[in-house]
């Protein structure tokens, strides 16, 4: 889960132009609700920020496979669930 919220402020620091993420208020509701984060849009930021994530490029083993993993998960309807999202987090 911590790896989750790395990548998450990786993208939000340097992603600064993209301001309809509210940060504080994500960051919270990704702490206190997750399941109420939208899927999607968790794997396209973790799609952009895994590779500049250190905790995120240790799990996969290189920055490539950081980014492909996330990308590969993103465009299928199942990706939507968090269930199917947190399978490769088994701490979620």
């Known amino acids: 889960y911590?790896?989750?919220?790395?990548?998450?402020?990786?993208f939000i620091v340097s992603c600064f132009q993209l301001g309809?993420?509210?940060?504080?208020?994500?960051?919270?509701?990704?702490?206190?609700d997750r399941e109420s984060v939208d899927v999607f849009l968790l794997l396209s930021m973790l799609s952009?920020?895994?590779?500049?994530?250190?905790?995120l490029v240790n799990r996969y083993g290189s920055q490539a496979m950081t980014?492909?993993?996330?990308?590969?998960q993103g465009p299928y309807p199942e990706s939507r669930s968090f269930a199917s999202f947190s399978k490769h987090f088994e701490y979620l």
């Not at 504080?24 to 702490?31: H, I, K, R, S, V």
């Not at 952009?48 to 905790?55: D, H, K, Q, Y």
């Not at 980014?67 to 590969?72: G, I, K, P, S, V």
């Open 20 to 32: 309809f993420i509210p940060k504080a208020l994500f960051m919270e509701q990704l702490a206190s």
């Open 48 to 55: 952009l920020s895994g590779r500049f994530t250190p905790s």
């Open 67 to 72: 980014t492909e993993d996330f990308l590969a």
């Open 2 to 10: 911590q790896e989750v919220q790395d990548g998450c402020k990786a």
